[in-house]
């Protein structure tokens, strides 16, 4: 299977500048994507914004998306690398349905697949421009890792991408634990959201939550967390030092 | 099988239909010493007859391991088992490492029986020349495959390979509906008895077979010369005669007539076993 467009040159270390087909900087991109272990599964929280650079471009972009029948996958960063990324899964999860023998990838294999790829990306020198979060059940097994486009990946109970990884995760260090019921898992990722929202420039309100059990993948319809702004703190914000900004 | 003018090349068809070098490639398999595998729901096990060439020489390997689920015993041209287990193991540790997971054993066998249906297509290249029982463990749990020279594969309870195998799959099919649940040593006990019945009267000694074994929570490994050695000694069967052995001229008569009569025929299909 063809990775790269074959235009580029074999056995090179460092083509000349003038080669456009390598991802040098992002254009489009998703902010945080944060997701948790629960009772039955996984569930994952991204809101629906593209940013072209600081502009909230795009308010419909859909971060999460189902992967073969085990598997949820989530995607922080460059969205149209995401998109690359869904095709070779759509290609992954092809040939391995045409074996039609009862056997099928499950998000370890999944996990590993994307790894694999993101990191020999990374080492030509034209990198996937994503954090991605891969989570799922498979024969009761619950799953869930991330893995980033210079390739470090890992597995856990939370995984956060971007600035989830600052504002979210020490909040799931404190709260989250094994079990939790759906409704506790849904506050807890809307606990998460909600700061988000408040402190991620690049967060929009408009976000969807996913689950994934043993049964399938259910993505809920988009919808807004309730904001407050009438913190004392947020009135009269110079207050404490005037002249500065 | 006599000689005709179709057989020269693997890409001429028979009037009758057949392939006739595919065919002579099977041959090779009968003519090579026995191998034997047989399942449970939890296990496989493999087994061989080793014999040295003289006894100055050591044994040829025909048990080889390609993964830590999966093992696989020929017969036939061992070279040729030699290069498809190392093409096995290239294909298990390819997808070990892609996606942290063992290969499911009924891909790597359609993938073996792939590789050897080229070679019945092609002017240049003669079939593979090696029986292959492929034993592995997976996520539905334990397999017995045979993959043969024309490219066929089978899933099996129990069978054996090679010469003198009818013996043994004689008794493999007195016996192979107490497989399914049998525990792991019965199955390597039983293993050993069909061993013993292709040696025609022959004394069982762990040093003329080989034996493996795949189960879950067990690796594929092969069982040392002094265990089983011990299994044999504690099952009391060397040099025990249970039945009278099938007279191997009369199995080789019975085989060359039903032949025979298929060419006349067209109706056996020839490459079933």
């Given at each position: 299977m063809n990775f790269i467009a074959s235009k580029q040159p074999e056995n090179r270390l460092l083509g000349p500048e003038s080669d456009t087909q390598r991802t040098l900087y992002p254009y489009v991109t998703g902010t945080s994507v944060v997701a948790l272990k629960y009772k039955d599964g996984i569930l994952m929280a991204a809101d629906m914004g593209g940013s072209y650079g600081s502009t909230l471009r795009y308010k419909s972009v859909e971060r999460m998306k189902p992967i073969g029948k085990h598997s949820l996958l989530g995607a922080s960063g460059e969205i149209s690398d995401f998109q690359e990324i869904l095709r070779?899964?759509?290609?992954?999860?092809?040939?391995?349905?045409?074996?039609?023998?009862?056997?099928?990838?499950?998000?370890?294999?999944?996990?590993?697949?994307?790894?694999?790829?993101?990191?020999?990306?990374?080492?030509?020198?034209?990198?996937?421009w994503n954090s991605l979060v891969l989570g799922g059940v498979k024969n009761g097994q619950t799953y869930l890792g991330m893995v980033n486009m210079i390739g470090v990946n890992f597995e856990d109970n939370h995984v956060a991408t971007g600035f989830g990884n600052h504002l979210a995760r020490p909040i799931l260090r404190q709260e989250w634990h094994e079990n939790l019921s759906f409704e506790d898992g849904v506050k807890l990722l809307e606990k998460c959201m909600r700061v988000l929202l408040y402190r991620d420039r690049s967060a929009v309100n408009k976000l969807q939550i996913a689950k994934i059990t043993e049964e399938g993948v259910t993505i809920s319809q988009p919808y807004s967390l309730k904001t407050y702004w009438e913190f004392s703190a947020f009135e009269n914000p110079a207050q404490g030092a005037i002249g500065s900004w | 099988m006599f000689r005709n003018q179709y057989d020269t090349d693997v890409t001429t068809w028979s009037p009758a239909g057949r392939l006739f070098q595919v065919e002579y490639a099977m041959e090779a398999v009968k003519q090579g010493s026995a191998a034997i595998g047989l399942r449970s729901k939890t296990h496989v096990v493999l087994g061989c007859v080793n014999k040295a060439n003289s006894e100055l020489s050591s044994h040829q390997k025909k048990i080889f391991k390609v993964d830590d689920h999966i093992g696989v015993a020929i017969s036939g041209l061992t070279a040729d088992g030699r290069v498809l287990s190392r093409y096995m193991r290239n294909e298990c540790i390819n997808y070990s490492f892609t996606y942290e997971s063992p290969l499911p054993v009924g891909r790597l066998v359609v993938q073996l029986a792939d590789k050897a249906q080229v070679c019945t297509q092609r002017s240049w290249k003669?079939?593979?020349?090696?029986?292959?029982?492929?034993?592995?463990?997976?996520?539905?749990?334990?397999?017995?495959y045979y993959n043969c020279p024309s490219g066929n594969y089978f899933e099996y309870q129990a069978f054996a390979i090679g010469s003198r195998s009818q013996a043994a799959k004689t008794y493999l099919e007195r016996r192979f509906e107490n497989f399914v649940d049998s525990p792991r040593d019965d199955l390597v006990k039983d293993a050993l008895m069909a061993i013993r019945e292709t040696l025609q009267g022959e004394a069982l000694k762990s040093s003329i077979c080989t034996v493996a074994v795949v189960g879950v929570g067990e690796p594929f490994h092969i069982l040392d010369q002094g265990t089983v050695q011990q299994m044999i000694d504690a099952f009391e069967i060397a040099g025990e005669q249970e039945v009278p052995a099938t007279d191997p001229d009369a199995a080789a008569g019975q085989e060359a007539a039903s032949e025979q009569g298929a060419a006349a025929d067209e109706g056996v299909a020839p490459m079933d076993i």
């Open positions: 070779y899964l759509d290609e992954l999860i092809l040939y391995d349905n045409m074996w039609d023998d009862g056997n099928s990838l499950g998000p370890k294999e999944v996990h590993n697949y994307l790894t694999r790829v993101m990191y020999n990306r990374r080492n030509k020198f034209n990198p996937l | 003669r079939p593979y020349g090696v029986g292959l029982l492929v034993a592995g463990l997976d996520e539905s749990g334990a397999h017995l």
